[in-house]
């Protein structure tokens, strides 16, 4: 079955592209002579979550660098959320020689207004408000992701892209770290997209869920 019976391109694309701010239409991605996805079409609207699971090289990650427009190794079309993009990753990626704050700063634009005020409020906003002093090899892995997530958002991005990022953290600190993202996520206007392994964790956040079967490339949408 193509990809196109299976997920949710029904309507003529000109009315998806006036719905939503991300947008793909008929993508169709190859790597290594393995199709990994068949004509996707999709939708996701700001301040909406879309989760996506798959098994390992079903090409979710792949997926996310189109989407952010990092690789344009694909055929159709994307059409992305106008502003920044911002990645949460697998590992938080901190510079080790800068502090909590000058690592979350470092993202900031030079003629951000309050470059400063900027990064210390959304580290208190992570639960860092008295450790922004500290280093990497200071912190603990939560703390280190509780940053990660504070650089990510201090961009005010319009696209948030989410690649496991608790996947190496015990049980309950991936869930509550997981549910202080989603409450951020919540009160931000944003078009996110947030692959996981874990189906517990994409059921508490997405509102729609995509799952990549890999190749041939087949694809559904819940």
């Not at 008929?26 to 068949?38: E, K, M, T």
């Not at 938080?92 to 502090?99: N, V």
């Not at 953290?169 to 947030?194: F, G, H, N």
Request: hydrophobic share 45%.
């Amino acid at each position: 079955m193509s990809g196109m019976e299976r997920g949710v391109g029904q309507a003529p694309a000109a009315e998806i592209t006036q719905s939503a701010d991300l947008v793909l239409l008929d993508v169709d991605v190859y790597r290594r002579s393995l199709h990994l996805i068949d004509c996707l079409t999709l939708a996701v609207g700001p301040g909406r979550i879309l989760g996506v699971s798959g098994a390992s090289g079903a090409g979710k990650t792949t997926l996310l660098r189109i989407m952010a427009g990092i690789t344009h190794d694909y055929a159709g079309s994307v059409i992305r959320p106008e502003g920044r993009t911002a990645f949460v990753f697998q590992e938080p990626r901190l510079l080790p020689w800068l502090s909590a704050r000058k690592n979350v700063e470092l993202t900031l634009a030079p003629d951000t207004a309050g470059k400063l005020f900027v990064a210390e409020e959304w580290l208190e906003r992570v639960g860092l408000a008295d450790a922004m002093d500290l280093y990497p090899a200071q912190m603990s892995g939560g703390m280190r992701q509780r940053v990660a997530i504070a650089r990510a958002m201090a961009t005010d991005p319009a696209l948030l892209l989410v690649d496991e990022p608790f996947s190496a953290l015990d049980k309950p600190l991936a869930r509550a770290l997981r549910d202080d993202l989603r409450a951020i996520v919540a009160q931000s206007d944003l078009v996110t997209v947030w692959v996981s392994h874990d189906p517990g964790e994409l059921d508490a956040i997405s509102s729609t869920r995509l799952h990549l079967d890999g190749p041939p490339g087949g694809w559904r949408i819940d």
